[in-house]
């Protein structure tokens, strides 16, 4: 459910300190399906081999996609600009140490902690949209890329981030069409966390670009776009899950894999 919150937009940093919990909760117990299936794999695949690369991984919240990297090699620094979401994220790398060195950094300060071409792959795990800094994050994380290297992110599709989203229920709330609305309205909006699956519910902010916002932020930062996917379910998740069927249909996720330009 969307809505405005003018509190919660002015501070995303205590929503999301506020957020923690629940939402270790939800990466941890399995419930954000979508992750662990539809969103998370084609985001690693757009990564490519990570086994030895020194990867730098933005809004990591509690470590969920910092980890997948490390497990397969890559040598990972994260950060989060909300001290809690790296209290659970360290919290994590004590339980299973992995080597993952953790921050408290706003990612649009990363250029300042770190020199240039510090890192061969930056990664933002559906963190892009749930900040208004967009703009100085890429900057930042083009400047401490490798001229060979990569960034590669997940954002909610900028289609399914419009300001007015829902789906036409059909007879007993089969969901029939979604009706889209208001698409070049770009700006904050609030997300509440309210699914049924949630035993707690809370709100967090977000900011709705368009495809063709998202395409100039990324070139102004110095980035080409080498790959774009738009992660959907498979016949088989569908069966194996009924959840999925309305992601066969509408695009959810979109993942971008960018190269800096010379
Ligand atoms: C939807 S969560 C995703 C967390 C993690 N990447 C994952 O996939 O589980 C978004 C995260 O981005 C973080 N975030 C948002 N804007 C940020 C910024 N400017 N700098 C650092 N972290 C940020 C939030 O604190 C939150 O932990």
Redesign the pocket.
């Given at each position: 459910m969307v809505t405005r919150d003018e509190a919660l937009i002015a501070d995303?940093v205590a929503a999301?300190d506020a957020a923690a919990e629940p939402w270790d909760e939800f990466?941890e117990t399995g419930l954000d399906y979508w992750?662990t299936e539809v969103h998370g794999p084609p985001l690693l695949a757009a990564c490519g081999e990570v086994s030895g690369k020194r990867a730098l991984d933005?809004?990591?919240?509690?470590g969920?996609?910092s980890r997948q990297l490390a497990e397969r090699g890559a040598r990972v620094t994260a950060?989060?600009?909300?001290a809690t979401?790296i209290a659970n994220a360290q919290r994590h790398e004590a339980e299973r140490p992995l080597g993952i060195a953790y921050h408290q950094l706003?990612?649009?300060l990363v250029a300042d902690r770190w020199p240039a071409e510090s890192f061969d792959l930056v990664t933002a795990?559906?963190?892009l949209q749930?900040?208004p800094?967009t703009d100085r994050?890429l900057v930042a994380a083009r400047r401490v890329l490798a001229p060979k290297g990569r960034m590669v992110f997940s954002i909610v599709h900028p289609i399914a981030s419009s300001p007015v989203h829902e789906w036409v229920r059909e007879e007993e709330g089969v969901k029939g069409a979604m009706a889209i609305d208001r698409y070049f309205d770009s700006g904050p909006f609030v997300l509440n966390w309210t699914m049924e699956r949630l035993t707690t519910h809370w709100a967090t902010p977000a900011w709705h670009l368009t495809f063709s916002e998202w395409s100039r932020l990324i070139a102004d930062a110095g980035f080409t776009i080498d790959l774009l996917d738009e992660p959907r379910p498979t016949p088989e998740q569908v069966v194996q899950n009924a959840k999925f069927e309305s992601a066969t249909r509408f695009p959810f996720f979109l993942v971008f894999g960018l190269r800096p330009v010379r």
């Open positions: 995303p999301w990466v992750r933005l809004g990591c919240g509690q969920w996609f950060v989060d600009m909300s979401q706003d990612a649009a795990c559906m963190v749930d900040t800094d994050i």
